[in-house]
C-alpha cells in the first residue's frame, strides 16, 4: 500500500513550527530549546546535523493533530545551550544528549513516548531506545545505519562523502577554526547534497541554519562527532551482540543519500532490532524537508501501529 494514502492531508505553512510554543527547560548538563504542540500520545522528535528543531517544520504541525509533539533542539545545536564536552567529549555522547532528552520529557510529564530522529538526532534515539526500553515506545530513524555499523564498514565511496566524520574529530580548535572562517559558505556546501541541491529548504529555513551555525555551535558539534568515534563507538561495541531495541522501529533512508548508496539499511538495522519494518523514499539525505508527504504519512501510520508498507 501507498503510504501517502489514507493520512490526513499535510498542513502547508510558510512559517516555522506553525502553532508551536517555544520554552526552554534545564536539564542537568544543559538548557534545552523546546517547542511543543499538540494533544495526544507523546512524540519526541530530534533533529541532524548541521540542523535545529526547525528541520521538522514541514511535518509537525500535521503530527501535532494526533500526536503531544515535542521538538528539542540538541545541546550544543540552535538556541539550545553548549557546554563544553569534557577532556573525553562524553558531553557529547549520544547518552549524554539522550539524558537530556529523557529529562525534557520528565519535565513536560511525559513518562514513556516513541521517538523520531533524523542524522545526529537518530543516533541519540537509538542509543535512548537501546538504554531505555521501558521509556520508548517506538522509535522511528530517518536516513542512517548505526555507528557501529559505519565505524565497522567504511568504503571509499561513503568516505568521500562523509568526511566530515573525522574532519569535525580532530583535536580542538583546528577543525573550528578552518569551519569559522566562512560559516555561510560552510552551511551551504554542507547542505547541498550531490543530485538534490538546496531548493529542498524553504528561505525561512535556511535562514535559521544559517542564523544558528555561530562559532559556538560548530566548536559544539566538533565535540559531537569527537564523541562518536570514541565514547560512542565504545559504547555501541560493549553491546553490539549483547542487547538491542525492544521497541517497534522503522527505518527511512533516502534512496538518494549517502546512507542509500553505500550501505544496506534493513541488513545493518537486522544487527540492533528484530522488530523492524525498512522503508526507502525518493529523497537525499534531508527527508522531511525534501519529502514531507511520504514522511508525514510513513510517520502517520506507524506511531498509530498501522502498517508502512
Not at 36 to 45: H, M, N, Q, Y
Not at 175 to 204: Q, S
Request: charge should be negative; glycine fraction near 8%; hydrophobic fraction near 40%.
Amino acid at each position: 500500500m501507498d503510504v501517502a494514502e489514507a493520512v490526513p492531508e499535510l498542513v502547508h505553512s510558510t512559517r516555522l513550527m506553525e502553532g508551536f510554543t517555544f520554552q526552554r527547560i534545564k536539564t542537568r548538563g544543559a538548557e534545552i530549546n523546546v517547542a511543543t504542540a499538540g494533544e495526544g500520545p507523546p512524540l519526541l522528535l530530534i533533529h541532524g546535523n548541521p540542523l535545529t528543531l526547525v528541520s521538522w517544520h514541514k511535518v509537525a504541525p500535521s503530527l501535532a493533530r494526533d500526536f503531544s509533539v515535542v521538538a528539542i533542539d540538541m545541546r550544543g545545536y540552535g538556541d539550545s545551550s553548549k557546554p563544553e564536552g569534557g577532556e573525553d567529549h562524553s558531553g557529547y555522547s549520544f547518552r549524554a544528549l539522550g539524558e537530556d532528552a529523557f529529562e525534557v520529557m520528565d519535565a513536560l510529564g511525559h513518562e514513556t513516548f516513541a521517538v523520531a530522529g533524523h542524522d545526529r538526532g537518530a543516533r541519540v534515539g537509538f542509543r535512548m531506545a537501546l538504554d531505555r526500553p521501558e521509556r520508548v515506545t517506538r522509535y522511528a530513524a530517518l536516513d542512517i545505519v548505526p555507528t557501529h555499523h559505519v565505524l565497522n564498514n567504511i568504503t571509499l565511496g561513503w568516505a568521500r562523502e562523509s568526511y566530515h566524520w573525522f574532519f569535525m574529530a580532530q583535536k580542538a580548535p583546528f577543525p573550528e577554526n578552518l569551519l569559522g572562517a566562512d560559516l555561510d559558505y560552510y552551511m551551504r556546501y554542507k547542505l547541498n547534497k550531490k543530485g538534490v541541491g538546496l531548493e529542498i529548504f524553504t528561505p525561512e529555513a535556511m535562514e535559521e541554519y544559517i542564523r544558528c551555525a555561530t562559532k559556538e555551535q560548530i566548536h559544539a558539534v566538533c565535540e559531537d562527532y569527537r564523541a562518536t568515534i570514541t565514547v560512542d563507538l565504545d559504547m555501541d561495541t560493549a553491546d553490539y551482540g549483547r542487547r538491542k531495541i525492544e521497541c517497534p522501529t522503522l527505518v527511512i533512508w533516502g534512496t538518494n543519500s549517502h546512507c542509500g548508496r553505500h550501505f544496506k539499511p534493513v541488513e545493518a538495522w537486522s544487527e540492533w532490532a528484530d522488530d523492524l519494518v525498512g522503508l526507502p523514499v525518493p529523497t537525499g539525505h534531508y527527508p522531511a524537508e525534501h519529502r514531507p508527504d511520504l514522511i508525514y504519512a510513513a510517520f502517520h501510520r506507524f506511531f498509530h501501529g498501522e502498517p508502512v508498507t
